[in-house]
């Protein structure tokens, strides 16, 4: 049969063994978490860039803080952008701003034309009856023809014209609402290719 006294020594061990353990513990402990950290330590390994990041490598693009702070920088590069993609041949800084004599044939004058207005702007400032239409560079409203010789490009820099082939170009056709002058030259106003 079983003895008791065995069985009294048998579970004294094992509340010796409980109470032990208990005492020590495991050794097992939450882990910290380290996340944040390591966002951090990724993210000063990074360089700063002027340009957008594609979002693979944005650093905790996911989390909304983060998200917030991007958009932030993101609203600083778009005007970025903006202030790039408004310039243009006339954007001349101020000390570079240079003035070339055109003769108007038809209006039988010959003005100081800036080379940061356009030639149909310097013939409206002289309050001459000038052909436009879009003022944009994509009809042939304003179309005038320089005389000097050469390619149109030569004497002015259009501002992203469309409708002028290079043969017109070399006829000296050019669309006087985008034409910059870079030389002095003479031009036939209301002259279409
Ligand atoms: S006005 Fe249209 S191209 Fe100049």
Request: overall charge negative.
């Amino acid at each position: 049969m079983v003895d008791p006294v065995a069985i009294g020594f048998g579970a004294g061990l094992v509340l010796v063994f409980v109470a032990l353990h208990a005492a020590r513990g495991t050794g097992w402990e939450a882990t910290a978490d380290i996340s944040e950290e390591v966002i951090e330590r990724r993210a000063s390994t990074v360089e700063e860039t002027e340009f957008p990041e594609p979002g693979s490598r944005a650093i905790g693009g996911g989390s909304a803080p983060a998200g917030a702070v991007a958009a932030g920088e993101e609203g600083e590069l778009e005007e970025g952008a903006a202030a790039e993609e408004s310039s243009g041949p006339g954007d001349v800084p101020e000390d570079e701003i240079e003035h070339f004599e055109v003769e108007f044939t038809k209006e039988g004058d010959t003005i100081e034309v800036a080379n940061n207005e356009t030639v149909l702007e310097a013939g409206e400032d002289e309050g001459w009856d000038m052909p436009y239409a879009c003022r944009q560079g994509q009809c042939v409203s304003c179309a005038g023809q320089i005389t000097s010789g050469g390619n149109a490009e030569d004497y002015v820099e259009h501002d992203n014209q469309q409708m002028l082939d290079d043969a017109e170009l070399d006829e000296g056709y050019t669309l006087t609402c985008v034409a910059y002058p870079r030389d002095d030259f003479t031009i036939e106003t209301g002259e279409a290719p």
